[in-house]
């Protein structure tokens, strides 16, 4: 009798343990990164009265009588499953979604907690509410190998924020942007061809014979005055190629090709074929028709290299026709430095001679706004007679487009008769422009434009400056060989400046010194460290962060 009483009081008392835990998981329903414990029961030795015995020839085994005595709690375990997240309305209590704890400081004793309570006190460390232990974290520091990503040092340490101090004002290093550019848009304006150097990055550059890779570049030449040498292919291979050896086009004519026009290509007489690159003399071949352009073997004839430069042209074109005769023209601006990231930019207008063997050519100022629209126009040269009898200004004209982002070619349908009619247009494309505030070492705020300008295909162009403040950075066009990038169809998304001139600017202001204004010192005051842009998707730009 009283051996059954003992074991029933084991098992009261081990469902006393229970209910005790469970009363504390109700208790702290509302208590911050509180886990539920559960209990686990075990059963106690067993007193065995009679033992086994095993099965014999003419008798069945028996099983030994044995007697419980109770129960016990064998353990309490703790779930450690992931809670709700509560808003609380202040602003430094934190939670962890996932495994981890956070690591709390009590003099020289590290606690682990999943409490995200957190508070300043009066000395601006951030503590655990209720028990004043300090939060450790680790002290970020910008990679010196990388200046646009961060990297712990050393070991973790109180963490300390200093609201409400007055920081020293720093100059701003970085300014990053991730975007999409719309690889659908059209150019931004008609280039011609966009030339490529042979430093470029770009894979239209490459050329791979015979398992070496030679370095190409493309160049058009505005300045010629009859389209002689218009067109130029450089082929740079120190040690195979002599450097510089390159392949001449004078441009002799007009190519109409399913309603886009294209400028007509013969060898110049400065370039001699077959030209030789490594063991293989080359023949060049050009077709006006298509745009296709090969490289051919001048022996074997085996194609070795081939591409399509009406793919990467250009150009805006129209037609004037007087006594059943048609006349074609095409207009590019010039994209060199100077010239298509500034104001005025150049217009370039050609037709063919009066010969039908070589060019002419009438070349205008276009004046921007500062929204990239175009202001007024001014005939720089090439005045005088059209082909069919027209006359600049009387039978032809550009029409001042005063903030449009359309120019509009006018003539009149017959030489000396009739009024001025839109016969060809030039619509602004790709263009897209994003402002963000950066600051020198003395607090005093700057406002840093960067423009994206769509040349052609998949490769755009960005300009950087500062409105105002000429001194501190000169306009900077990403075409200097330093610093151009061809942009692929597939890439990271990511562009970073360098604002050097303001380090520059802010060191002579704590030296007593006058900033520089002019010269190497007061220049080259963006640095392009990366530049790839993912294009592609659905059109329409992405806003710029």
């Known amino acids: 009798m009283l051996r059954s009483l003992m074991t029933a009081v084991t098992g009261v008392r081990a469902h006393q343990v229970m209910l005790d835990v469970t009363g504390n998981n109700i208790a702290n329903v509302n208590t911050t990164g509180f886990k539920k414990d559960f209990t686990v029961f075990q059963d106690l030795l067993y007193q065995t009265s009679q ?3 095993g099965p014999g ?11 419980g005595l109770g129960v016990r709690v064998a353990a309490i375990e703790t779930i450690h499953s992931q809670g709700f997240a509560q ?14 704890y956070f690591v709390l400081r009590d003099g020289g004793n590290r606690i682990y907690t999943r409490a995200g309570n957190f508070t300043m006190d009066a000395e601006k460390n951030l503590v655990h509410s209720g028990t004043g232990y300090r939060v450790q974290g680790y002290k970020m520091v910008r990679d010196p190998t990388d200046a646009s990503s961060y990297i712990k040092d050393g070991d973790i340490s109180d963490v300390v924020i200093p609201i409400g101090d007055k920081l020293e004002a720093r100059a701003t290093t970085i300014v990053g942007y991730r975007c999409n550019l719309d690889s659908e848009s059209n150019p931004y304006l008609p280039i011609g061809y966009a030339d490529i150097k042979s430093t470029s990055v770009s894979n239209e550059t490459k050329v791979l014979i015979d398992g070496t890779t030679y370095q190409m570049s493309f160049q058009t030449n505005l300045n010629s005055t009859d389209g002689t040498e218009y067109f130029t292919i450089g082929i740079d291979y120190p040690g195979v190629t002599p450097p510089g050896t390159s392949i001449n086009f004078d441009m002799t004519g007009v190519t109409l090709d399913g309603g886009k026009a294209y400028p007509t290509f013969e060898l110049s007489s400065s370039t001699t074929l077959p030209i030789s690159i490594g063991s293989r003399t080359v023949d060049v071949l050009y077709d006006n028709a298509t745009g296709a352009l090969q490289f051919r073997d001048d022996v074997t004839g085996e194609t ?28 590019e601006f010039d994209e060199n430095e100077g010239q298509m990231g500034g104001s005025p930019m150049k217009l370039t207008l050609w037709w063919q001679d009066a010969t039908g063997t070589g060019m002419e050519k009438a070349v205008y100022e276009v004046f921007m706004n500062p929204d990239g629209t175009f202001d007024t ?6 005045a005088g007679t059209l082909p069919g009898g027209y006359v600049f200004g009387t039978d032809f004209d550009l029409k001042d487009p005063k903030g449009s982002s359309v120019l509009e070619f006018q003539a009149t349908s017959v030489a000396g008769a009739g009024s001025l ?13 994003s402002k963000v505030t950066i600051y020198d070492c003395q607090g005093k705020a700057y ?35 330093e610093f151009y990038k061809t942009i692929e169809a597939s890439g990271s998304a990511t562009v970073y400046f360098f604002t050097r001139q303001l380090e520059d600017h802010c060191r002579a202001l704590l030296e ?15 640095r392009f460290i990366e530049t790839m842009y993912k294009l592609g998707g659905a059109p329409g730009y992405a806003p710029v962060a």
């Open 304 to 331: 070795l290299w081939r591409t399509n430069l009406h793919e990467s042209m250009s150009y805006s074109s129209f037609s004037i026709g007087s006594g059943g005769a048609q006349y074609n023209f095409i207009a």
């Open 377 to 382: 126009v001014n005939l720089l040269s090439g």
């Open 87 to 100: 808003y609380t309305g202040n602003k430094t209590d934190m939670m962890i979604s996932g495994d981890g």
């Open 447 to 481: 406002t840093l434009e960067v423009v994206f300008k769509k040349l052609t295909g998949n490769r755009w162009r960005w300009e950087a400056s500062i409105p105002g403040e000429e001194k501190l950075l000169d306009k900077f066009r990403a075409e200097d060989e």
């Open 51 to 53: 033992g086994a015995t």
């Open 57 to 67: 020839n003419a008798r069945g085994g028996v099983n030994p009588a044995q007697v």
């Open 421 to 433: 009619s839109t016969v060809g247009t030039i619509n602004q494309g790709g263009y897209h422009a």
């Open 512 to 526: 007593g010194k006058t900033p520089p204004t002019s010269g190497e010192d007061g220049r080259e005051t963006v």
